[in-house]
């Protein structure tokens, strides 16, 4: 729900990617203490910090211009998906996590209507551009990447102080963008203080998958997640007026039953 809330501000900011860039602005002077009082991290918890860092920056851009072409309700389903998957077959590789049967599962429902569930959408009012597919599938493959980098990060580090570091980072990283032209500036005149709601939901979000990572496996966790699906199609109608298909609604149905599964495996 949290995660959903900054996404549908973002949705509804005129320059995407400078309104994500303000957000991220406000929990980086805390996340900087929580560094300092840290006294540093281990090396291998720095270079994920830094890696992730650069990850973020890029899936915040990616974001930006997906919302800029697509609706809500399918980016946010597509990136989900995308994410899912990624984050699960490097969890698996990598870090020889093994599902039981029944997490397995729901890890196929939820992923599996994940990504076939935007492919029904109709042409028409709802359709997708080319740039905004691009887009949308670069910014999965970004939030497999940071989650699992992530995860191997809190396992390092404590949780929240990693967190706090990214931050920091992320926002460095993404300046050369924003800054050029005045961006930013003329973001805050049209938004006022919305960037600080995206704020404070963006913490809590990530703050708790940070930590439910450092208690799961990864593969769990990227997929529960996927149940803020049901949420986006509903804040898609609500708030943007889109229309969902059929084919979308079919693919709810799965995705609860997935995380059911999960939650009982």
């Given at each position: 729900?949290?995660?959903?809330g900054w996404n549908v501000l973002a949705k509804s900011a005129r320059d995407k990617i400078a309104f994500l860039w303000l957000a991220l602005l406000v929990p980086a002077p805390f996340g900087l203490a929580a560094a300092i009082a840290a006294g540093g991290f281990?090396?291998?918890?720095?270079?994920?910090?830094?890696?992730?860092?650069?990850?973020?920056?890029?899936?915040?851009?990616?974001?930006?211009?997906?919302?800029?072409?697509?609706?809500?309700?399918?980016?946010?389903?597509?990136?989900?998906?995308?994410?899912?998957?990624?984050?699960?077959?490097?969890?698996?590789?990598?870090?020889?996590?093994?599902?039981?049967?029944?997490?397995?599962?729901?890890?196929?429902?939820?992923?599996?209507?994940?990504?076939?569930?935007?492919?029904?959408?109709?042409?028409?009012?709802?359709?997708?551009?080319?740039?905004?597919?691009?887009?949308?599938?670069?910014?999965?493959?970004?939030?497999?990447?940071?989650?699992?980098?992530?995860?191997?990060?809190?396992?390092?580090?404590?949780?929240?102080?990693?967190?706090?570091?990214?931050?920091?980072?992320?926002?460095?990283?993404?300046?050369?963008?924003?800054?050029?032209?005045?961006?930013?500036?003329?973001?805050?005149?049209?938004?006022?203080?919305?960037?600080?709601?995206?704020?404070?939901?963006?913490?809590?979000?990530?703050?708790?998958?940070?930590?439910?990572?450092?208690?799961?496996?990864?593969?769990?966790?990227?997929?529960?997640?996927?149940?803020?699906?049901?949420?986006?199609?509903?804040?898609g109608i609500l708030f943007f007026g889109e229309t969902v298909s059929t084919g979308r609604w079919r693919a709810i149905a799965a995705i609860t039953l997935g995380v059911v599964c999960l939650s009982l495996a």
């Amino acid at each position: 729900m949290f995660h959903l809330g900054w996404n549908v501000l973002a949705k509804s900011a005129r320059d995407k990617i400078a309104f994500l860039w303000l957000a991220l602005l406000v929990p980086a002077p805390f996340g900087l203490a929580a560094a300092i009082a840290a006294g540093g991290f281990p090396p291998k918890a720095l270079a994920c910090v830094a890696a992730s860092s650069l990850v973020h920056a890029l899936y915040f851009w990616a974001l930006g211009k997906s919302y800029e072409d697509v609706d809500l309700s399918y980016v946010y389903p597509f990136t989900r998906g995308i994410g899912a998957v990624v984050a699960t077959a490097l969890g698996v590789a990598f870090l020889a996590e093994r599902p039981a049967p029944l997490g397995w599962a729901g890890i196929a429902l939820a992923l599996g209507a994940t990504l076939f569930e935007p492919l029904t959408q109709k042409r028409g009012r709802g359709s997708v551009e080319r740039r905004g597919i691009a887009m949308t599938a670069l910014t999965g493959v970004c939030i497999g990447s940071y989650l699992f980098i992530d995860k191997v990060g809190v396992d390092s580090s404590r949780p929240l102080v990693y967190l706090g570091a990214l931050f920091v980072g992320t926002p460095l990283c993404l300046a050369p963008v924003v800054l050029r032209g005045g961006r930013a500036a003329a973001e805050l005149r049209h938004s006022r203080l919305r960037f600080v709601w995206s704020a404070l939901f963006m913490s809590e979000a990530y703050g708790m998958i940070v930590v439910a990572m450092k208690m799961s496996p990864i593969s769990y966790v990227v997929a529960a997640r996927a149940s803020g699906i049901v949420v986006s199609v509903l804040a898609g109608i609500l708030f943007f007026g889109e229309t969902v298909s059929t084919g979308r609604w079919r693919a709810i149905a799965a995705i609860t039953l997935g995380v059911v599964c999960l939650s009982l495996a």
